[in-house]
């Protein structure tokens, strides 16, 4: 693995089923996110998380929920998707005081 | 009045053109700003940092505004490659990171 990892990376999905998008780094960074992006509405912050065991819900948080059990991993789960889901889903992490994000190549997401 | 506010273009601008874009933030206590480079159906990439009054890169060059609140990046000498879609983020803690939908830039030969 070499930085931030996500799959699938292309996924379909029946409206109703419940889907996990996961993300691993190997950075060794504290911070983890995960962001939908849609035309025209940029990226949006679904949740984070500042370091293992904590997460916190950002923008768009309705209808996903995350967890980080450790480190490495920070996996996005839709219990019950619905089309409006349907979008990519970049997941993220930061280290550091730069500020600066890293991306994983993210999870194109359609809900029918 | 929108956290971030970026014109969406399209710009289209010829090879070898210079092109500016501009980027408003309305949270005066953001310290330093990103400029991300995202390609079509790619994850972004950072492409400058601004922490104090300007960066420059090679052909590009980031200039902060704090009194009016803006940034803006310049890219002389404009290439082909140089074709994306191009993200202002303010920041703060990086939970509170608030990204700009984006200036789309299309370099034609």
């Known amino acids: 693995i070499a930085g931030i990892t996500q799959a699938p990376t292309s996924q379909i999905l029946a409206a109703g089923r419940r889907m996990t998008l996961r993300c691993t780094q190997d950075?060794?960074?504290?911070?983890m996110y995960w962001y939908r992006q849609d035309l025209g509405l940029g990226l949006r912050l679904i949740h984070y998380s500042n370091t293992a065991g904590t997460t916190g819900k950002g923008e768009v948080p309705d209808g996903y929920s995350v967890s980080r059990a450790n480190t490495d991993d920070f996996p996005l789960t839709l219990a019950s998707a619905v089309p409006s889901q349907t979008s990519v889903y970049f997941c993220a992490t930061a280290g550091g005081n730069t500020g600066e994000l890293f991306f994983g190549e993210g999870s194109r997401l359609t809900v029918l | 009045r929108k956290e971030v506010e970026q014109d969406p273009g399209p710009f289209n601008v010829p090879e070898g053109a210079t092109v500016a874009f501009n980027c408003t933030y309305s949270?005066?206590?953001?310290?330093?700003f990103f400029w991300y480079r995202q390609d079509c159906r790619k994850e972004p990439k950072l492409l400058m940092s601004v922490y104090s009054s300007g960066n420059e890169d090679g052909r590009f060059t980031a200039q902060l505004n704090r009194a009016s609140q803006y940034i803006s990046l310049l890219i002389r000498d404009s290439k082909l490659s140089d074709s994306a879609t191009y993200l202002c983020v303010p920041s703060g803690s990086a939970r509170q990171l608030t990204f700009g939908s984006g200036t789309q830039l299309t370099v034609l030969p």
């Open positions: 949270n005066s206590a953001s310290q330093s």
């Open positions: 950075m060794r960074h504290n911070a």
